[in-house]
Each structure stands twice: as structure tokens, then as C-alpha cells.
């Protein structure tokens, strides 16, 4: 059919490197977001590699143990704040505009103020390595008093703070974004109970983002003060270095959750599209993210019960641990029942999909057996605590997010990806990451600890090792695949259309890739899944509407 | 065979070269293959205006699926703020929402260290604190005088009262550089004990979020010479005003543990 012009219709002109660099688009902001995004996986990936390649047999192999602390706490550090963060921002920040049916977010310049602080913070972060001394070999917690001038006298470790109190400025600002964007910026008719489970999902994380990242800044701050201005804050002579812990991990358990439960809102997005069926129990899973939010603060002595507690704070934390499980659990029968009965199309992004399910539940058990107390002393600080994090975060969050990359970048670039090597790409990444991780709990279990640069001969781990290092160098092939996927298909150019999927959401009701204005007319919305509606009646079927 | 790196500068070239290389094939591919133009890609010979086509192709009008043409088609042009309320004032709110954690952070370990039973010292000036919370409180009052002229177009009075919301402003910034000199002497520093610690850290976080209220403040009374703001449109009066607010409490929130309870 021939094109409609309405009238502010945008006619478009090619977009040069200064466009770019000086945008306000939120869709260039998200993508700018990706692409740092993936940068930084890249250079956290190969600090793994070389963490990996170091651990896959006794004896040193590359690194000294110096040099094993610099790399371990840049992996830890990159992957949190410059990788997965940074990630789900600029999905959030491509994406909740359209969802919501507006032209950008509330705060266009902001937004830009917040991805360039992310470089800067990034830049700040990574010079680290440049200073004498190194980068910070201080893990990425910084506990007090490590950080103290006395044993780390490297600049660095101001560095790594500054950097991060920079990334945590972006990210709050960012909130606040988000925030003003999805409560009042909705298309007419897109009640809260309308706006799709991704945004929600976006709007939930900003709440955290918003109130746990301050503590953050203000612990740095304090961190610095002691470190240049001879303050007492975490000396541990006279000042109070469980304090540093308090409210790092008061920041840092909500930072869990900030990382997953955007992943979370992806799966809800992909699994009800590609089970040709409505997501099962909408309300349930809105309720639950807003459940993970308030409970996601009560939670986080939980990772210092080797520090020590008081038996009253030592029960609460426990209770409260396992209790946050309890949503989380909520949504895995949610996804299950979407999935019951659909009619299941197994394109690559429903095959990461199952891959996120099936891992983060096995990190979300593990992570209930460590609230036991008793078992949590046992486990603490060894490679259990490894692997249990690493399928939530990878498993959970990283299957999550490609399977959000190849469902949604039709949408950003225009063209579809392959799906030979998609399906290549899941069974690489689905086997060399359980290669990697799985053998970290039986490690953990043997008594291996974490953060050690090398280990005995004869403690009956080398195998172990050995298998997860093989395994972090498929998930390498994993990704390269991926990269080649990109490649081919932006070459091959095989148009998406507005709608490849056959989606629910507004996204799919513009074209791929969306004009600068989003939509020419705002689009009003009656129903939870307006697209799926408007297909349905052009095709002239009933639209029964079984949900609000 | 161990192969030991001999120093941090391998790593740097290590970190970063990995970083450049891949910043480069994928800067590599935006130019190449996307061609960092996301908008003509989809150019459909049929909807080029002959303009357009003149022009080497590069203006395009988007085209639309029909399911799409359905869903905009009864759209409209531009929607309303859902929740009736300013962007400018819902941001302001969640930010200061924001701000709260921080000053809980700084505000918990003061109290912490209270709670380990860190002596407050007896140099402490009560009563020109208390001056001090005075003037503050008066200033957010004057905000509040403020907001009321520029809303009844009253230019004179607004400006009158952002010119004295600036003099008491700086007045409590005054006070407080006066307090933390007479500490000093007495030889209360932020490295003295945990009291100097906390205390100094603690105002000096709230001092600046006065000196940059302060700022916001004088770029206001310019914008005020300038006739910026009319009864319809006086929103950065507004927003402003629940920032300055904000700082106040806060002080009064510091002023009641530092000074009151001791």
C-alpha cells in the first residue's frame, strides 16, 4: 500500500559523526549505550579469559598474584557497572519510548548528560591501569580497610572510586529519567495496568537505582575522604570498617536485582510472542517486580554473616533472604504457564529464553541455600559463591539480554539476524557456560576459595579447572559467532518490516528502524497488547479482549 | 610453561588495546555497514519525491505496515502529561527522593559512631547555630514570598525576594564558615577524632548543596532581570523552591543530632 503522509511528517537527511555525538534521540542514546556496552564486555571478557587461562591448571601460567588481584577486581568492576548496567540502559532507553507511545524521554538533554558520564566514568575507571601501581586490587567490593592508603597506596583505588561515583551519578540521573518518562509520558489510554511488562520492569529498576546508588556515592565519598583527607570513616583503629560494608552491600544486594529484573521484563516481553498466547498473569508479575524492589532492601547483611551479626540481625536476614525468593518464584510459574500450551516458535530469542529460566533457577536455589546460615559459613568466600553468582548475572541477566538483543535489533538496524547461527550461538554459549560454571559449585563445595591465584596440585581440583576454563574459551567462540552473525546479516540487509515478530507492543507499530519522532500520530491504546489487536482486526478476526 | 607479565604497563596495553581494537571494528562496522545512517536505509524508490530522488536519494518519508497505519491512524497528534504534572516538578521530586539516601548514608554513620559512643566536643556553639538554622529557615521562606509575587506578576517584589533569599542564603554559609573556624581552634578537625569525621563531612556535603543552591539561585534572579518568568510560566521558580526546601530540612534534620541531642 502507498504511504500515508501526515502532517509534521519528518523528512529525513543522513546522519553524520557530529549528529551522533551531539544527539538527544533517546534511540541513539540506547544504541551509543549498547555499543559502550558491548565494548566493555569485550575488555571484562578478556580480563575472564586471562582470570581463567591463570586457574585452568596449578602453578602460575600467565599472571603473578599482584596482577591476578588487578584483573579480577577489573572483571568484577566492568562486568557490574560498564557492561551489564550500561546494557540494560540503553534497552530501556531504546525501547520504553516506543512502548509507551511517546516521542523521547522527559529529559532528552539529561539523558545525553548520562550516557556521556558513563564514558567519562568508564574512561576514569579503566585509566586506573595507567597510574603506578596499577589498576585497583581491591575485588569489586573494596572492602575497609584494604582501600586504606596503607594497603593499597596506588592512586588507583581513587581512581576506581571516582570512576565509580561518576557511573553512579549517570545511573541516577538516568532514574529519574525513566521514572518521569513512563508515569508521565504514556500515550492516552495506556493506564499503568496497560504499560508492558518490559517498561514496568525498567520503571521498578529506576526505583532502586534511585534510592540505593546514593548510599553508594555517599560510601565512596567517605572512602575518599579517609584515603585523602585523613578522615576516620573505616580506619579500623578508631573508625568503623563494617560500616564500609553496610552500606556498600546496602547499595550492591538492590544491585542484583537492578541487573536481573530488567532481564526479567525482556523474557515477559519475548516468552507470551512467541507462545502465540497472552503473557499468564500480568498483575502477578507487576506485582511480584514491585515485591523484588521493596524486599531487594531488606536483604543485604546477608552477605556479611561471616562478618558478624547479632543473632536477631542474623535471623532477620535469613528470613528475609528466603523470603525474596518467593516472587521470584512467582514469575517462574508465570513464564511456565505462558508458556503451556502455546504454540511455541523456537526462534533464537525464545531459545535464550529457556536458556535464562532453566540457569537462573539454578542460581536463584543456590542462592536459598546460602540464606541457610550454617551452610552460608561454609560456602562463603569459596567458588560456590562464584558460580552461584555467575548463573544468576550470566545466566540469568546475559542469556536475558541476547535474548532481548535478538529479538529487538530488527527493530534498531532494519534487518533480521540469522537464525542458523543464532541457534549456533545458543548452544555454544548454553554449553561452554555451564562447562565454565558448574564445576565451580563441586570447586566450592571441595573447599576451593575464591580470589586465590593458583592452588595445589594435589587437591583434587585441577580437573575442575581445567573443564571451566575450556568452557569460558567456548563461550569466547559463543560470542564470536554472534559477532560474525552481526556482521552477515548487516552485509545480507534481508528487511525486518515494522513487525517480524508479530508483537504485542507499540514498538512494533512503526517502522524498523523507527524515525526520530517515534510515531507520526501518537497512538491511542485500549488494550493491553494494542498491536496484537490492530493485526487481528485488520485481518478480521474476533479481538476478544480477555485482559483489561 | 609459566609466561609471567612483567609489569602493569603490559596490562594497560593489554586493557586498553583490546578496548581500541574492538572499539575499532566496531566503529569499523557503524561506518561501513550501518553507514551511522539509521534513517535512509529503507528508502523505498516509490515514496522519493522527486525532490528527494534529485537530491541523490537521501530524503525519505517513512512507510508504514498496515498494521502499523492502523494503530497510528487514530492517534493523535500530542498526548498530554499522564499524570497532569510538570516534568520538571515530578523529576525534582524523585531527585531529592535520591538525595534523601545520600544524606542517610553520611546521617548513619554519624550516628553509628554516636552509637560506638564518640564524645561530642563541648565547643559546640548551640546559639549561633541556631542563628544559623534561623536564617536558613527565613530563606526558604523568602523562596516561598518569592514564588507568590511572580505569580501575582508582582516583578518588583520577586525579585526583592530572591535578592533576599541570596543575602540570607550566603549569611548561613557565613555562620557555618565561622562555626567550623572556631572548631578548628579549639582543634576539633575532620581528622581529630570520629566526631571532627563525621561532622565535618556531614556539613560540609549540606554547605555545598547550599553554595550550589545558591548558584541556582543567583542564575534565577538573572533570569528574573531578564523577565523570564510570568504567572503562566514560572516553573524554574517552582522547581528551585523545592530543591532550596529540601536543603533546609535537611539542615534542621543535621542541627537536631549534631546540636540538640548530644
Redesign the interface.
Known sequence: ?????????????????VD?LTTVDH?KIGIMYV?LA???F??GG??AL?IRWELALP??????AD?YN??FS?HGTTMIFLFVIPMLVGLGNYFVPLQI??RDM??PRLNALSLWMTVGGGILL?SS??V????AAIGWTGYAPLTSTTFSPSSSVDLWAIGLIVLGSAS?AG???F??TT??????G?TMWRLPLFTWSVLVTAFMV??????L???L??QL?DRN?????FVPE???PV?WQ??FWFYSHPAVYIMVVPAMGVISEILPVFSRKPIFGYSAIVWSSIAIGVLGFTTWAHHMFTTGLSPLLESFFILSTMIIAVPTGVKMFNWIFTMIGGSLKFDTPLLFSIGFLSMFLIGGLSGVFQAVLPLDRQLHDTYWVVAHFHYVIFGGTVFGLVAGAYYWLPK???FKLGEGLGKIHFWLMFIGFNLTFFPMHILGLLGMPRRYFDYPAERGWTEYNLAATIGAFIILLAFLVFLVN??MS??R?E?A???PWEGNT?E?????????HN??????VSSLR??RD??L??AGEPVEDELH | M????E??AL??L???G??LL??LV?GG??FL??????????V?E??LTPA?AADGG??????????????????????P???G?S?NK??MW??L???I??????I??YV??RA?GDLVPEHLNVVLSGVGTFVLICSSFTVVLALDAVQENNQQNFVFYLLGSILLGAAFIGIQGYEWAELMSHGVT??S??F???F??MTG?HGLHVIIGLVWLTLTLLRAFRGDFTPKDNMGVETFGLYWHFVDVVWIVLFTIIYLIQ
Open positions: 500500500m502507498a504511504a500515508t503522509t501526515y502532517p509534521g511528517s519528518a523528512v529525513t537527511r543522513r546522519a553524520s559523526l551522533w534511540k555499543i558491548f565494548l566493555f569485550a575488555a578478556t580480563l586471562l602453578g602460575q601460567q600467565l599472571l603473578d596482577q588487578k584483573v577489573m507511545g511517546a522527559a529529559f579503566y591501569w595507567l603506578p601501581g596499577g589498576a541516577t532514574a529519574v529519567n521514572i518521569v508515569l508521565n509520558m504514556r500515550a492516552p495506556m534511585l534510592l540505593a546508588t546514593p548510599m556515592s555517599g560510601a565519598a567517605m575522604a583527607l585523613g578522615t576516620q570513616f578508631s573508625g568503623d560500616l553496610h552500606l534498531m538496524f532494519g552481526v556482521i548487516a552485509i540487509r528487511p518490516g515494522d513487525d507499540l512494533w507499530a512503526t517502522t524498523s528502524p523507527p524515525p526520530v510515531f507520526d500520530r501518537i497512538p491511542v494494542p498491536v490492530a493485526r482486526r485488520l | 609459566a609466561l609471567t607479565l609489569s602493569g596490562f594497560a593489554l586493557a586498553g583490546t578496548l574492538t572499539g566496531a562496522i557503524a555497514v550501518f553507514n551511522l545512517d539509521r534513517e535512509r536505509r529503507y523505498d516509490s515514496v528527494a537521501s530524503v525519505a518519508l517513512p512507510r508504514l505496515s498496515a498494521v502499523s497505519e492502523s494503530v497510528i491512524h487514530s492517534g493523535v497528534v500530542e498526548a502529561p499522564s499524570l504534572m516534568h515530578l523529576g524523585t531527585f527522593s535520591s538525595e539516601m545520600f544524606f542517610t548514608a553520611l548513619g554513620a553509628a559512631f560506638i575532620a581528622t577524632s570520629l571532627g569525621t563525621a565535618f563531612v556535603f
